[in-house]
């Protein structure tokens, strides 16, 4: 059985080449070395590696990339000298020349942050053979923000808690867990719109905690707050009200026939709700979670190879997602 | 930059995001990114505030100890960290060592990097080099301060020196 409140775990490491400025300082010969000198070291690398240099990527394939968390918005934003290595399924990611030289991302389906930390930690080492990461005893890996400091390592959860959020509880949770060193956003960081109740946790400090602790941390409140989120869920399940709400969600993703990317998110949060609690059960939660992935506007366009007005894409969106859910 | 709201103060938040698959970016005053609720949820927000929290801690404390004015490595003053948010190279966290050092405290809560470590032999002779670095640093500040008959000064400076040569 999929997990029903953890949907995907994401690990992320910022290195810097110690021979060469930071990005922010960088001409365009010192990028392309640095890109070059990537796409090398990571030969040495058991995983195949896609290359893609960002000038060659199109304004709507980028977007889409944002969109699937393989990059920054930044990051698609200005593509000179920018590169992307991926494997072919897009589990991991290296963002050549972003804020840092690199970034390297792993992401896994479910709680699975250690298995993703030993991945990227893996490719770290390989490449810190070759490419000699910076690195100084006090202050650890050395980043363009001082803010990633020390092991330079992000590592966050995507939380489905709508419950809790029905509940207006997150909010509170979240400032509590600031003080934990932990931080709470939307899906996108940025952007946060939570009206599908996708939440990211992640942890805030780099320097002064090893990556087995700040992991073990996170590993243990997120722990707590899916038991918590599991518990409210049964309460809320009682309501008859909220039962309705979860069929006609259903029923309206069936049979609009224009949808918006909001609306479709806040519904489709409901019928994963739905088939978690034993309400929907011609559904699986994989056909739902794909679905809050690929609904994006860009997604929806690239998938149609064309520039769609938002009407053909709340059509678009509507027809995926009656063919994916009947 | 004029705020692109109000056209009235002075723009200083710059605000990126995606909305319905397209790019945008605009420049807000304080005021209108407050009342919009882009001033703390957005992480291109970081570098403004990093600023702010150096300059807020350098206003009270002591004058730094090191007293580089440029990174020997990639030309950044304190003042282009400081204002960008960024740190411009390595070599950078030697030179403004001290200066940075309150501000990385304030962040992390932490000075001291507790975790992987990078291959042992590299992060020797990183050490090594670090080593040499500082010791030029404090040659250069010598210099400066007996040129401005600055002798207190140039006596710990030595002092420093000597200590660090001996190890």
């Known amino acids: 059985m999929k997990d029903p409140v953890v949907i995907s775990s994401r690990i992320r490491l910022a290195r810097n080449l110690r021979d060469y400025p930071f990005p922010c300082r960088m001409d365009d010969k010192q990028r392309t070395e640095v890109a070059e000198k990537v796409r090398e070291a990571l030969k040495n690398c058991d995983e195949k590696f896609m290359f893609v240099s960002m000038e060659d990527v199109n304004e709507l394939d980028a977007v889409a990339m944002v969109e699937r968390h393989l990059i920054s918005p930044e990051f698609a934003n200005s593509k000179a000298g920018r590169a992307l290595a991926v494997t072919e399924d897009e589990s991991i990611s290296i963002m050549i020349n972003e804020e840092d030289h690199l970034r390297i991302q792993v992401i896994k389906p479910g709680m699975s942050l250690r298995e993703a930390y030993a991945i990227a930690d893996r490719i770290d080492t390989e490449l810190d053979k070759t490419l000699h990461f910076a690195f100084d005893n006090t202050l650890g890996f050395l980043t363009q923000c001082p803010t990633n400091l020390g092991t330079g390592m992000r590592a966050s959860v995507m939380m489905h808690l709508c419950a809790l959020a029905d509940s207006r509880a997150v909010s509170r949770i979240a400032s509590n867990l600031s003080k934990l060193g932990l931080a709470v956003r939307g899906t996108y960081g940025e952007g946060t719109d939570v009206s599908c109740a996708l939440y990211q946790l992640s942890n805030q400090v780099t320097l002064g905690i090893s990556e087995k602790s700040a992991i073990e941390n996170l590993q243990n409140i997120c722990t707590q707050l899916a038991s918590s989120e599991l518990q409210s869920r049964e309460t809320l399940m009682q309501s008859m009200e909220y039962q309705d709400k979860i069929s006609r969600s259903m029923g309206i993703l069936l049979t609009a026939r224009l949808i918006s990317h909001a609306e479709a998110m806040k519904l489709l949060s409901n019928v994963r709700l739905g088939i978690t609690e034993g309400i929907i059960d011609d559904v699986t939660i994989d056909a739902v979670d794909e679905l809050m992935a690929s609904i994006h506007p860009a997604s929806l366009m690239r998938a149609q190879q064309r520039k769609l007005s938002p009407q053909e894409r709340d059509k678009a969106r509507a027809e995926l997602i009656k063919a994916t859910l009947r | ?167």
């Open chain 2, 1 to 167: 930059m004029k705020c692109q709201k109000c056209k009235v103060n002075n723009a200083t938040t710059q605000v990126k995001r995606i909305v319905n698959g397209a790019y945008e970016e605009y420049m807000l005053c304080a005021d209108c990114a407050h009342e919009m609720g882009f001033d703390n949820v957005f992480d291109t927000a970081m570098p403004d505030m990093f600023g702010g929290l150096v300059k807020s801690l350098f206003g009270t404390a002591l004058p730094s100890r090191s007293q580089a004015t440029r990174c020997p490595s990639c030309g950044s003053t304190y003042g282009d960290i400081t204002n960008t948010g960024k740190v411009g190279c390595a070599k950078c966290y030697t030179t403004f060592f001290s200066e940075l050092l309150p501000s990385v405290k304030r962040i992390h809560g932490n000075t001291t990097h507790c975790g992987k470590r990078p291959n042992m032999a590299l992060a020797e002779e990183s050490v090594a080099n670090q080593k040499e670095d500082q010791i030029g640093i404090l040659k250069t500040q010598l210099n400066k301060a007996v040129e401005e008959q600055n002798f207190e000064l140039a006596a710990e400076l030595r002092d420093k020196i000597k200590e660090m040569e001996g190890k």
